[in-house]
């Protein structure tokens, strides 16, 4: 018997497993089932991270938040965010016993060095949060999205061809989402109101969706006729950008139609090489000429009675709506809220991570649309920069300015100095990518989710490693002979 059950041990344990299975599920406790696949992915984070990063830049699309089906209201999604969490602790093991793990020039830049203090003023501010535990969690899951996708990812991305792939893994999985999102609004017409659902339970609505499509245009532009890639890769690509714009085109999100020609307008300003003072110049000068013209723009704004809808020319129209756009208007009243709290706590704010469980008292009468709510649903405040005003006060907010400036004034030198061919074209694709979200994120945030978190801070680590390859003392060459991603 002994002797049988050591040749035979792991069919005997598979067996022993798939009782005690059944009986935990008897007694309402299912949780037993997830073991093989946390065995797995513990024997996947110790033997081959790499591997683990690339299939959660696949799995990030197709993740489901618990919260969304109602499993006891724990907010976090699978399979993304446990493998993060053990990414993130098998990166401090792994620091605490090997220093030179990460790269010293990498710690040492600009651009991580606002992310390592903005993670710091999150710490100081649970201290004085309204709701610690809160703003506890908060800053975990933020140090999981950046000890994973950032930190780890700068390990990754060393290998430039690692940085192809993350990225075509992350469209592989979101061509699977955008699929399976055309497919169930084809079955009502691709009408407006089914857009702002038919993406569940991948996506929780139409913002999200339309967002994270418009980080990845630009690399899917850029595949199409990338250096390196063989006919069959460009021809692939070409097609993928296709149903990635027909996936933005009915998601029916206005704010990231205008990223995207936002990025298109910085990538002008690359392409023609203008100085950055200049552009700082341009918004300093368009700043002052709204102080102005306020008043006026105002009244302007609020003859517009265009409302959404499945017409895309008035759809577009309604962007500027802010009259009797319910959508526009509830924006507003969430700005409004946030400005309101960071009045009363201007310098720690009310925790990170609270905005949603506060802003209810802060609603001016006048501002209450008809989906206002008091109840932390649908609960943000619709900005990547006025969130953190209201949540950690204006150093909160200025780090995030911060982060964004820092990023955009050394990708753009970056781009004037690396040489042409496949390294810039995936630098530039990074950027622009980067750059819809910046310009998203005036109107929606998204950096609590990891749809936004992973490529936000994997293309910022891309633009941290290619702006150390291509140090501001080295003259580029003429030009980069190809390579093969």
């Known amino acids: ?27 309402e406790f299912p949780w037993l089932a997830v073991l093989p696949a946390a065995l797995l992915a513990l024997w996947a984070m110790i033997t081959v991270p790499d591997r683990l990063l690339l299939f959660i830049a696949f799995a990030t699309p197709l993740s489901i938040n618990l919260e969304e089906l109602d499993l006891g209201g724990l907010g976090i999604a699978l399979p993304t965010e446990p493998l993060m969490v053990g990414l993130m602790l098998l990166l401090l093991m792994k620091v605490s016993v090997q220093r030179d793990v990460l790269d010293p020039a990498f710690l040492r830049h600009p651009i991580t060095m606002v992310v390592m203090v903005q993670l710091l003023w999150m710490a100081v ?108 890769e460009k021809g692939v690509a070409f097609v993928l ?33 203008v100085p950055v003072w200049a552009l700082g110049l341009l918004l300093v000068v368009g700043g002052v000429g709204y102080l102005v013209n306020r008043d006026q723009i105002t009244i302007a704004l609020e003859r517009n009675r265009e409302e959404s809808s499945d017409d895309l020319q008035e759809h577009v129209q309604s962007i500027s709506n802010i009259s ?12 409004n809220s946030a400005l309101r709290m ?18 209810a008292p802060f609603q001016a009468s006048e501002d209450r649309t008809i989906i206002s709510t008091n109840f932390g649903l649908q609960g943000n405040a619709h900005s990547e920069y006025l969130g953190p005003l209201a949540e950690q006060g204006f150093i909160g907010m200025g780090l995030m300015l911060a982060l964004i400036i820092i990023t955009s004034v050394r990708a753009i030198r970056l781009y004037q100095r690396m040489p042409p061919g496949a390294d810039r074209r995936l630098m530039t694709a990074a950027f622009l990518g980067l750059v819809t979200y910046y310009l998203h994120g005036a109107l929606n945030n998204f950096l609590d989710m990891d749809k936004a978190s ?9 633009i941290v490693l290619f702006d150390l390859r291509y140090p501001a003392s080295t003259a580029s060459s003429p030009e980069q002979a190809p390579t093969r991603p």
């Open 1 to 27: 018997m002994v002797k049988a059950l050591r040749q035979h041990w792991i069919a005997a344990a598979c067996v022993l497993f798939v009782l005690a299975n059944a009986l935990f599920t008897a007694a």
């Open 125 to 232: 501010c649970i201290v004085p949060s309204s709701m610690p535990l809160v703003s506890f969690k908060y800053l975990l899951a933020r140090g999981w999205f950046v000890c994973s996708i950032f930190l780890m990812g700068s390990i990754l991305f060393r290998d430039v061809r690692q940085m192809h792939r993350f990225l075509k893994w992350f469209v592989a999985g979101l061509v699977i989402v955008i699929g399976y999102t055309l497919f169930q609004h084809s079955l009502y017409h691709f009408e407006h109101d089914p857009a702002h659902w038919v993406m569940s339970p991948f996506f929780k609505d139409h913002t999200s969706y339309g967002a994270i499509i418009a980080f990845m245009l630009p690399f899917m532009l850029a595949a199409v006729g990338m250096p390196g890639y063989s006919r069959t």
């Open 241 to 273: 950008l296709v149903i990635l714009s027909l996936g933005l085109i009915f998601s029916y999100t206005r704010a990231a139609w205008l990223s995207l020609v936002g990025a298109l307008g910085i990538f002008m300003i690359m392409r023609f090489r």
């Open 324 to 335: 009797s756009d319910a959508s526009n208007l509830e924006r507003i009243n969430r700005w």
């Open 342 to 359: 960071w009045q009363e706590r201007p310098l720690f704010g009310w925790g990170p991570g609270t905005y949603m469980f506060q802003y």
């Open 454 to 462: 992973v490529p936000f801070w994997a293309f910022t680590a891309m």
